[in-house]
């Protein structure tokens, strides 16, 4: 019997924070790599055949085609990286396949087309990103947060929910904060990996610059890496009331 996998269900997105799915897609394609090749033949070569070294390597392209869907985070997010000139156009992106592998990538847009009407069909969606440095393809995930996972600082009426436990299975919590909670700050605890948390790199134990508070919902995001394995994203929301 074969031990071959289904793809369906694989997932193409941007990793953020926050992460965004790219929706409704058929078919996810790449990265296609290659290297150049540099010629080595020399009167010594053996039996007169050529001999090469592997020269320059490529991260190709990666392309994703689906259906056009009016207002989809993930398509409109795709359009703004194709306009996007804030560090050169390169955004990270994931592949997250339904076998339980993962690519990630730095990449650029360079084709984008949302828009083709055939008269007997649907309206299509597609898009190319050109891969800039070393893809990375792995079936490891980080280990991610670890006890006591995090503590909030600054917010005094509410607990958090669920209580943090179990970090690889509940990536998603909330707590409120009194209307005179201005600021907190987030202590997130990790055995590996670098951990960021609003994109900004904090120490295991240790507490993260004070985030400003506004009232209403507050998004805070906790992203835990280790070297060449799958990130893990926590969300954290902050609900504070009003006065």
Request: glycine share 8%.
């Given at each position: ?10 997932v ?11 929706a409704?897609?058929t ?40 259906n ?25 992106v ?27 069909g ?7 990103f ?8 792995t ?45 907190c ?8 990996g ?8 904090v ?41």
């Open positions: 019997m074969s031990s071959a996998t289904i793809a369906f269900g694989s193409f997105k941007y990793e953020g924070p926050p992460e965004v799915e790219v409704e897609l078919n996810i394609s790449g990265p296609s790599l290659s290297a150049d090749t540099i010629e080595v033949t020399s009167h010594d070569s053996t039996s007169r055949y050529r001999e090469f070294l592997q020269g320059i390597r490529d991260g190709g392209e990666i392309t994703v085609e689906g056009s869907v009016s207002g989809n985070a993930g398509q409109a997010r795709v359009y703004s990286h194709y306009l996007s000139d804030t560090a050169g156009g390169v955004q990270k994931v592949i997250a396949l339904n076998d339980g592998s993962y690519w990630l990538a730095s990449c650029i847009v360079t084709n984008f087309q949302p828009t083709d009407a055939p008269y007997d649907k309206i299509p969606f597609s898009a190319t050109k891969v800039t440095g070393v893809p990375t393809f079936l490891l995930t980080s280990t991610g947060l670890t006890s006591p996972y995090f503590a909030v600082a600054g917010t005094d009426s509410g607990a958090l929910s669920p209580t943090p436990a179990a970090s690889g299975t509940v990536y998603a919590y909330a707590i409120a904060a009194a209307n005179a909670d201005e600021t700050t987030v202590t997130p605890t990790a055995t590996a670098v951990i960021t948390v609003n994109g900004e790199v120490a295991s134990g240790a507490a993260s610059d004070a985030i400003s508070l506004d009232v209403g919902a507050n998004e805070v995001y906790i992203h835990v890496q280790e070297t060449e394995k799958m990130y893990k994203l926590y969300t954290l929301t902050i609900t504070r009331a009003a006065s």
